[in-house]
């Protein structure tokens, strides 16, 4: 699997984790105060990582780019 592919997969992931964090929020309005609670914390938990997810897809697509500043979050 090349870099580009990857990178594709981890959007493709990206988006369906983007998707989820729609649904949990539509379904937090109609919850219950407990309920509530436990859909934010999710949603708060997904949002990490669909930033991670993004943030990962941007590195394998500029991997081979000299211009590109690596991510130091993601660099060894």
């Known amino acids: 699997m090349t870099l580009l592919r990857m990178a594709a997969s981890y959007r493709r ?3 369906l984790i983007r998707l989820r964090i729609i ?15 436990r859909l934010e914390q999710r949603v708060r938990d997904l949002s ?3 930033r991670e ?13 000299r211009r590109y500043h690596k991510n ?5």
Request: no cysteine.
């Open 13 to 15: 992931s990206g988006e």
């Open 23 to 37: 649904a949990l929020r539509d379904a937090a309005k109609t919850a219950e105060p407990e309920e509530r609670s």
């Open 48 to 50: 990490a990582l669909y």
């Open 53 to 65: 997810t993004r943030e990962i897809a941007l590195v394998l697509e500029r991997y081979y780019d």
């Open 72 to 76: 130091e979050r993601y660099t060894l």
